[in-house]
């Protein structure tokens, strides 16, 4: 017993101290955002006093003088807008390639595959090309892209779901007269929940901190995401605005962490109720 409990507390130490390493730079750029500049140059480990303390004069300034309210409200809007299609659209093509066996519903399935494996740097030059073209430089246009290139992890998730559910229920929805679509939505999407969820965590997650599609993809006269407005904080003559930016991020970074800790516990369920059948 003794050997146990010290093993046990030698654990809660080691991860302690890991957890401090993840969470110490986050702290880190928070009290730094309510330093002057030069104090966050010169000294960025130090916490804020008296002499090195300016309030939130850097939230108000990467909001005034940046327009980081508009950047949010931007992000806010790609980031809802292509996980709600996301959803919708690669829960209903799981679904579809699970159940009608055909060679062109294996064939989508390869294809969502091996779209995870394709690194972006091999697609992103001609993608903008493309984009420019059929005038996707929008939040309204971008949608469709990261709908693209989020389907393969959704469709691979939801397909393993979706083999799990017994088609016995499907059966009998039909039966009592419901048509494939209604099937779906009242019998098939409440069971999905779990999958539902653990998707949406992940996309959400990766298209809010995304810089890279936003930049080649948006007209950046018109629309910028935070994380661009960040990038263009830097002045000229290699000048930045720290203040600012340790303000912006900290605006960045906690919405998306308490989306993570209010939901994370469903990641786990939604990935292994998709692993019950291969």
């Given at each position: 017993m003794k050997k146990k409990s010290s093993n046990h507390a030698g654990a809660i130490a080691g991860?302690?101290?890991?957890?401090?390493?993840?969470?110490?730079?986050?702290?880190?750029?928070?009290?730094?955002?309510?330093?002057?500049?030069?104090?966050?140059?010169?000294?960025?480990?130090?916490?804020?006093?008296?002499?090195?303390?300016?309030?939130?004069?850097?939230?108000?300034?990467?909001?005034?003088?940046?327009?980081?309210?508009?950047?949010v409200?931007?992000?806010?809007?790609?980031?809802?807008?292509?996980?709600?299609?996301?959803?919708?659209?690669?829960s209903m093509c799981g679904w579809y390639i699970t159940r009608v066996k055909t060679k062109w519903t294996k064939l989508i399935y390869t294809l969502c595959i091996f779209s995870m494996v394709v690194p972006f740097q091999m697609v992103m030059y001609t993608l903008s090309l493309v984009?420019?073209?059929?005038?996707l430089t929008t939040p309204w246009g971008i949608i469709v892209i990261y709908l693209g290139f989020g389907a393969g992890l959704a469709v691979f998730m939801f397909t393993?779901?979706?083999?799990?559910?017994?088609?016995?229920?499907?059966?009998?929805?039909?039966?009592?007269?419901?048509?494939?679509?209604?099937?779906?939505?009242?019998?098939?999407?409440?069971i999905m929940k779990p999958t539902y969820i653990s998707v949406g965590i992940l996309?959400?997650?990766?298209?809010?901190?995304?810089f890279l599609l936003p930049y080649l993809v948006l007209d950046l006269k018109k629309y910028k995401t935070i994380s661009i407005i960040i990038q263009y904080m830097k002045g000229s003559y290699g000048s930045v605005d720290m203040?600012?930016?340790?303000?912006?991020?900290?605006?960045a970074v906690?919405?998306?962490?308490?989306?993570?800790?209010?939901?994370?516990?469903?990641?786990?369920k939604g990935v292994a109720a998709g692993a019950v059948k291969g």
């Open positions: 991860l302690s101290v890991l957890s401090a390493a993840w969470i110490m730079p986050i702290l880190i750029v928070l009290w730094n955002s309510f330093k002057d500049k030069n104090s966050i140059n010169l000294k960025p480990f130090q916490l804020p006093n008296s002499l090195t303390s300016v309030g939130t004069e850097n939230y108000i300034t990467a909001i005034e003088k940046y327009g980081l309210l508009d950047s409200g931007w992000t806010v809007f790609i980031t809802v807008g292509s996980v709600a299609v996301i959803l919708i659209c690669t984009a420019n073209k059929l005038g393993g779901f979706v083999k799990s559910i017994p088609i016995e229920i499907e059966e009998a929805a039909m039966i009592d007269g419901c048509t494939p679509l209604q099937t779906f939505f009242k019998v098939v999407l409440p996309e959400t997650m990766w298209i809010w901190n995304d203040g600012a930016i340790m303000a912006s991020l900290i605006m906690i919405p998306v962490i308490i989306f993570y800790l209010s939901l994370q516990k469903y990641i786990i």
